[in-house]
């Protein structure tokens, strides 16, 4: 059964620097594709950037264009997401999802992902 965990939430600074960890247990990362998304109050959850380490097509949305940077540790069945020049706008819960590769079309949509890590709240306050 496959299992996600989420790390590296917290709170920081506008313009700050955060990198969120999101583990696998329970099976290879390279047979997923991995997604990030996040949700602010009173918003639906949007996908932020997705990859997969077999085909290396990450995919961003425009907000996290030039400031997020999404990559993995096959080793350590670990993706990141490095989040640079963070906005109070950034603030929300952060969760990973994953989603067979076979399935991967290299985008972010939400409902085609299976398996959902619990989320780690990322707070951009001064």
């Known amino acids: 059964q496959v299992q996600l965990g989420e790390s590296g939430g917290g709170l920081v600074q506008p313009g700050g620097s955060l990198r969120l960890s999101c583990k696998m247990s329970?099976?290879?990362?390279?047979?997923?594709?991995i997604g990030w998304f996040r949700q602010a109050p009173g918003k639906e959850r949007e996908g932020v950037s997705c990859?997969?380490?077999?085909?290396?097509?990450?995919y961003y949305a425009d907000s996290a264009k030039g400031r997020f940077t999404i990559s993995g540790d096959n080793a350590k069945n670990t993706i990141y997401l490095q989040m640079n020049n963070l906005k109070p706008e950034d603030t929300a819960v952060y969760s990973c999802?994953?989603?067979?590769?076979?399935?991967?079309?290299?985008?972010?949509?939400?409902?085609?992902?299976?398996?959902w890590g619990q989320g780690t709240q990322v707070t951009v306050s001064s």
């Open positions: 990859i997969s380490m077999k085909h290396d097509r990450p």
């Open positions: 999802g994953a989603l067979p590769v076979l399935l991967y079309t290299g985008t972010c949509r939400e409902y085609e992902y299976d398996y």
């Open positions: 329970g099976d290879t990362l390279e047979d997923y594709a």
